[in-house]
């Protein structure tokens, strides 16, 4: 079993600067998906993949939205995930999900970096969320 836990979430004006954190803890040993979700305001039924990394090699793969922006970082010394994200919008406006599966075929993207491969219904375990709040 593996537990996710987030912080780092607060509000911030367009244009400032947040990092995320989570922690894992439980079956940390072996290699794994992990990425970070989030679901805006009035879209309770849709998460949106902000952007995935395997830990296994270190690839990194983000969503259309954030590229550029947002990095995505894991200390394994630490078993914490990490979200830079820089040059905040007020539609990066969400709670932040930290997730996690075994599957390497949960985080693949493309040679740009984008990620294509493995939505909400392919990870896991996930942590409680976390929000973030971008006001213009």
């Known amino acids: 079993q593996l537990l996710l836990v987030e912080s780092g979430g607060g509000s911030v004006q367009a244009g400032g600067s947040l990092r995320l954190s989570c922690v894992a803890s439980g079956y940390t040993s072996r290699s794994y998906s992990m990425a970070w979700f989030r679901q805006a305001p009035g879209k309770e039924r849709e998460r949106e993949g902000v952007a995935c990394i395997y830990t296994g090699a270190g690839v990194t793969y983000y969503g259309d939205s954030v590229k550029g922006r947002f990095t995505i970082s894991r200390d394994n010394a630490k078993n914490t995930l990490y979200l830079q994200m820089n040059s905040l919008k007020p539609e990066d406006t969400a709670v932040y999900y930290c997730?996690?599966?075994?599957?390497?075929?949960?985080?693949?993207?493309?040679?740009?970096?984008?990620?294509?491969?493995?939505?909400?219904?392919?990870?896991?375990?996930w942590g409680q969320g976390t929000q973030v709040t971008v006001s213009s």
């Open positions: 997730a996690a599966d075994s599957d390497s075929g949960s985080c693949a993207g493309d040679s740009r970096g984008i990620w294509y491969h493995g939505g909400p219904s392919d990870y896991t375990h």
